[in-house]
Every structure is written in C-alpha cells, then in structure tokens.
C-alpha cells in the first residue's frame, strides 16, 4: 500500500513538472535592449521610398515558365537595383559585402551579405535575413524587412558581440525561396547557429478585425502586432524575443511555435518564406512577420507602396530585430569604436 | 508531435489488445493475395497520389497474430515496395477484421513538382525522404468466401517515414484483394 502510494506521488509529480512552465532566460536583456534604442525612426522609410523608386526603373526578371496571376505577378519581379542598393549601403557603413552567385536552370540568384565578427566564437554565426527582390514597389514586401536590416546593421556595427552576426538580403524568395534554398544546400548555412528572418513587417492596422487567422490558429482581431513564428528548435528564441519585447515595450509581439520541426502538412503555412530550409535542417530559426496576406490587403499588389506601410510600426520591429540579434549575438558592455 | 505518436501509439495498442481478446483464427495455411491499391504521399508542400498492383503471403504466426509479407508495384511510375507486416486478426464466421503494424522499403515517394513555383525547395526536401517507414493498418472488410478463398476491401493505412516521423504522411487504400488459401 505505501509502495503504491509512493508510486503514484511519483507519478503526480511527474505530470506536474511535464506541465510546468519554462521561464525564458532573460540574461542580457537589458543591454539588448539598450542597443535598440541606437535605431533611429528617420532612417527607415528613406530606404523602402528609395528602393520603390528603384524599382520603377528596373527590368523585370525573366518569368519564362512560372505562372502569371493576381496573387503572384510574376512578370513585376525586380531585384537588380536592390542588389546594387543593399550592397553599396553596406559599404556605406564601413562593411565588406560581398555577393554569392547561385546559378541553376538559366536563373542566377545574387545574395547578398555583410557581417561582424565575433570575439569569442567568431565561427558562430547568427544569420538576420530578409529577401530582396519583391513585386511592383514591394514596399512592405519586402522594402520593410530591408530597411530594418540595413538600420540593424548599422547600430551593431558600433559594438562588438560573441558571436558573429551575418546579415542576408536573399534573392528571389518569391519564385520560392530560390536564393535561400540555393545558399543552404549549397553548404553555407552550416555555421549559423540561430537565424532571424524577416518578410513583411511594416503594415499595421488598428482596425477590429483586420487580422485573419492563419491555418487554423486564431489570432487577435486587431493587426497591429508583430508575429513571430518558430518551431520546436526555435522555441527558446520565439520565448526569449516576446519576453525581451515584453520587459522593454519594444513592439507588440504574438510568437507562435509550430508543432514539431514546423514541417507537417499544418505547418508548411509557417515556412512561407527563407527561413524554410533552416527548419528543415534542423537549424534554429525564427520568422518575423506581420502575417502578409493574412493581413495586408496590398499584398502582391501595386498598391503595396510606403504611403501604406506604418512607420511607427516598422520602427518597433527594426528595434525588436536589433535587440534580438544582439542578444542571441551576445552583445559585450563597451562598445566597438 | 509527441503527443500525437503516443496518442498513435495508444490507439495500436488498444485495437491489437482488443483483437487479440477475441476469437483466434483457425489457419495455419499460407494465404496468397493480390490486390490493387491507392495511395496519398504528402510531405511538406508536396502532394502526390499512384495507385499499385500488389502480391503478398500471410500464415498465422501465433494464435491470432498474423504475419504477412508482400510487394506493391507502383503504377505511374512504376516504382516498387516491399513490405512485412504484423496483426491481430481474429475470425467471427465468415468476418476477418485485422489490424497492425506495417514496415516497408518504398520507393514510391517521389513527386512531380509540375510548377516552377516553389520548385527547387520542393525537389531539394523531397529527394532526402528516407525509404524505411512504418504504417499502422486496419481492415475491417475482410471476408471469408469459402474455405480456401477470402476478400478484402478497403484497408486503410496510415503511416509516415522513418527519420524525422511526420514529415511524410502516407495514406494507402487498399480496395480489393484476393486470397487464396494454400
């Protein structure tokens, strides 16, 4: 009988601490935080207004073979000028950039990359990407996430971090993630330790019911939160960002981990994007987003232009981003320069 | 993911439980079959559907547990897969309800990326499913015709592939096969 009852507080206890809730390391919170707030607002819609006029003016990619419809405009790709773009604002910053080629089936895919070297595990990178070519304007998609990268790039250029950071402007993600896909198998991805992805995260809106559910899983009514979706090798860093965006009222955040490694049938929604082959390879990582069509009317649209984007918004993000990547970078207290 | 292999789990163990409580099969004869059978491949954003001509033997290993080995020829292409397999089947006159466990070597998953769209991170995640994988089957609509002749129709089976289980799911209908009794 004491047998049993011992069992079965065994037992109980059991089921309880399977239950329990794990708290996210917040170390380095605070001096994540205090990096954000280097981000300067102004800086951001200079970017998306530049490279939207840009775009104008460049010739659209070959889309001899794919498809040709309303949600997908495939004869309005643009990427050239963005390319040119990213690079030089990379030097502009005191960076060395340089451009990996990718080349199959008569497309090339042009990636391109900058990075900061870390001082104790220089050969662990942590990856902040975000696609570069985009549809018509491609303001929020996405000129949003470029320009959040590039102003990230330039505050953590100023300190010195663990790790090292390798910023991504990754080539024709909407012909499917073609750049990224191209770059992981290719062997490149085998240092990155944690990856940050973004696409589409400077629309906003405050009206009720503005945000649609995505695959099933009920969102809050208003869109004006930035998603941050994971799977289960993510999980500690979806925890740590909404924590860290929490603590500092850094921007409204709902993260969202799918089941399992993300690859189910349900949760091939979340991998709409280059941080796809990362969860496939098992290679921690998260997407942030404000759900794109599940909440941007302007989606593939010609009306996706930075009047329509919410530069509040994208300010909050730009400094969630950067706090994120340098607490998963492992920011040192004195500064660099 | 977890969650959902033990719930699996759990139900295998309940239905073989409750099958090997019932009446055990009086055959100790090898059983010869063909059929034909329709298969669901999805993993990821792929999705593809073939159908299959297939062969197997089963006997009576041990009371009501029976063992079964066989062949799928894939129509479409035409790719095979073998398979051995282990149930709890139970005879209630002419009724021959099983269910069980399957374990195949397949090389039917292979799926046609027609659209270029989302092609090359497709063709990249499809060509590393591993060919090993593990089904749970069930065959409610087994019949025994005569002494020496049975019947079944659709079997249904549900499993996915070894490595990483989940990101394949295989759903297979087997609609009409044949037994004959050596």
């Known amino acids: 009988m004491k047998t049993r009852s011992i069992f079965n507080l065994l037992i109980i206890g059991f089921i309880l601490l399977s239950c329990s809730q794990t708290k996210p390391d917040t170390r380095g919170f605070e001096n994540a935080a205090l990096v954000a707030e280097d981000v300067i607002a102004e800086n951001l819609m200079p970017w998306i207004e530049r490279l939207a006029l840009l775009r104008e003016q460049d010739t659209p990619v070959d889309n001899t073979g794919f498809e040709e419809n309303d949600m997908f405009p495939s004869s309005h790709l643009t990427r050239d000028s963005a390319v040119v773009m990213v690079k030089n604002a990379f030097i502009t910053m005191g960076y060395e950039p340089y451009i990996i080629e990718l080349s199959r089936n008569n497309l090339t895919a042009y990636n391109v990359f900058a990075e900061i070297r870390g001082t104790e595990l220089p050969d662990e990178y942590i990856l902040v990407g975000s696609h570069l070519d985009a549809f018509y304007a491609g303001a929020d998609d996405n000129g949003s996430a470029i320009a959040a990268m590039l102003e990230a790039a330039r505050v953590l250029k100023n300190y010195s971090f663990k790790r090292s950071i390798r910023f991504a402007a990754f080539d024709l993600e909407e012909f499917g993630s073609v750049g990224s896909t191209r770059y992981v198998e290719a062997g490149y991805a085998h240092d990155i330790k944690a990856a940050i992805v ?31 979706a994971g799977n289960d090798n993510s999980r500690k ?45 098992n290679i921690p990582a998260v997407l942030m987003t404000d759900t794109a069509n599940f909440r941007n009317k302007n989606y593939h649209k010609s009306s996706d232009t930075p009047e329509s984007l919410d530069p509040a918004f994208l300010y909050r993000n730009t400094k969630a981003l950067t706090a994120a990547t340098a607490l998963f970078a492992g920011i040192q207290l004195q500064q660099a320069q | 993911m977890k969650n959902a292999t033990f719930a699996f789990m759990k139900l295998v163990l309940f239905l073989c439980l409750s099958v090997s409580l019932l009446h055990s099969v009086e055959n100790d004869r090898i059983t010869i079959q063909t059929g034909y059978s329709a298969l669901l491949y999805q993993h990821i954003f792929s999705f593809q559907t073939s159908s299959a001509f297939e062969i197997s033997a089963s006997k009576m290993i041990y009371q ?80 025994k015709i005569s002494k020496s002749i049975s019947m079944r129709a659709c079997e249904i089976q549900i499993g996915s592939h070894f490595e990483r289980m989940g990101r394949t799911v295989r759903i297979q209908a087997n609609l009409f096969s044949l037994g004959v009794s050596l």
């Not at chain 1, 973004?198 to 939160?225: C, H």
């Not at chain 1, 049938?265 to 709409?272: E, P």
């Not at chain 2, 063709?123 to 089957?137: A, G, Q, V």
């Open chain 1, 198 to 228: 973004m696409d589409m995260i400077g629309y906003s809106s405050e009206e009720e019911n503005s945000q649609d559910d995505v695959m099933g899983i009920r969102l809050p009514d208003k869109g004006d939160f930035l998603f941050i």
């Open chain 1, 237 to 281: 860093m979806v925890q740590q960002m909404t924590a860290l965006n929490y603590q500092y009222n850094l921007t409204k955040t709902v993260g969202g981990i799918a089941a399992g490694d993300g690859t189910s049938f349900l949760g091939s929604m979340f991998m709409r994007s280059d941080h796809g082959l990362l969860w496939y390879k």
């Open chain 2, 64 to 143: 009501n547990v029976s063992g079964q080995t066989g062949v799928r020829i894939g129509l479409d292409p035409v790719l095979p897969e073998i398979y051995i397999r282990a149930g709890v089947k139970h005879e209630i006159k002419r009724w021959l309800p099983e269910a069980g466990l399957e374990i195949g070597y397949s090389k039917r998953s292979r799926f046609k990326n027609e659209k270029l769209l989302l092609s090359e991170i497709q063709n990249t995640m499809d060509k590393d499913i591993h060919p090993m994988y593990l089904s749970f089957y069930a065959n409610p609509c087994s019949f």
